[in-house]
T-cell receptor
Framework: AQKVTQAQTEISVVEKEDVTLDCVYETRDTTYYLFWYKQPPSGELVFLIRRNSFDEQNEISGRYSWNFQKSTSSFNFTITASQVVDSAVYFCALSGMNTGFQKLVFGTGTRLLVSP | GAVVSQHPSWVICKSGTSVKIECRSLDFQATTMFWYRQFPKQSLMLMATSNEGSKATYEQGVEKDKFLINHASLTLSTLTVTSAHPEDSSFYIC????????????????FGPGTRLTVL
């Protein structure tokens, strides 16, 4: 079975603070993909990143960075110098080889509130 | 980038009526479309996988007779909530895989903006 755990239900920070959103996953697949999505109040899911299980290199995109560690089955997401526009619910998701990479299993999401 | 639309964006209906939600891939052909349901402040739960020209595959616990899915073309899938009741009130989101990217590696799923259903 596949499972994604986002233990942080809600995080509140003040603008310009750095914040890390945790994601821990479980899968028996040797090949899988991990994702992060942002869901602003409008509801539409915004794709942020996809990472395959063979690529443990950390990635940075502007103020966003991701830390993938297979040893701890974690794929954490850090926002540097947070802004009010970052306020949203963030979902971590997993797609494994056993479903032909068709099915996305989502975590429960972390609601990020960035105040001015 | 690939665009997926949903119609309507919101709907309010009376208990017992049926509601149809459309999911369209606007600039690509989608061999597979997915339907998710999201209750307030909860995660997305996959309801069913819809392949063009064949019957949908439903996840465990999802009533196929209540949630009718039709994927008649490569750009359109519909979800019909039959005899809707207040407990069916939810945010329904579709996603689509790009046929053009298929084969071997993972195909990215593109998500629609969602449809908020409220059953009175």
């Amino acid at each position: 079975a596949q499972k994604v755990t986002q233990a942080q239900t809600e995080i509140s920070v003040v603008e310009k603070e750095d914040v890390t959103l945790d994601c821990v996953y479980e899968t028996r697949d040797t090949t899988y993909y991990l994702f992060w999505y942002k869901q602003p109040p409008s509801g539409e899911l915004v794709f942020l990143i996809r990472r395959n299980s063979f690529d443990e290199q950390n990635e940075i995109s502007g103020r966003y960075s991701w830390n993938f560690q297979k040893s701890t089955s974690s794929f954490n997401f850090t926002i540097t110098a947070s802004q009010v526009v970052d306020s949203a619910v963030y979902f971590c998701a997993l797609s494994g080889m056993n479903t032909g990479f068709q099915k996305l299993v989502f975590g429960t999401g972390t609601r990020l509130l960035v105040s001015p | 980038g690939a665009v997926v639309s949903q119609h309507p964006s919101w709907v309010i209906c009376k208990s017992g009526t049926s509601v149809k939600i459309e999911c369209r891939s606007l600039d690509f052909q989608a061999t597979t479309m997915f339907w998710y349901r999201q209750f307030p402040k909860q995660s997305l739960m996959l309801m069913a996988t819809s392949n063009e020209g064949s019957k949908a595959t439903y996840e465990q616990g999802v009533e196929k007779d209540k949630f009718l899915i039709n994927h008649a073309s490569l750009t359109l899938s519909t979800l019909t909530v039959t005899s809707a009741h207040p407990e069916d009130s939810s945010f329904y989101i579709c996603s689509a895989r790009d046929k053009g990217l298929a084969g071997g590696s993972i195909d990215e799923q593109f998500f629609g903006p969602g449809t908020r259903l409220t059953v009175l």
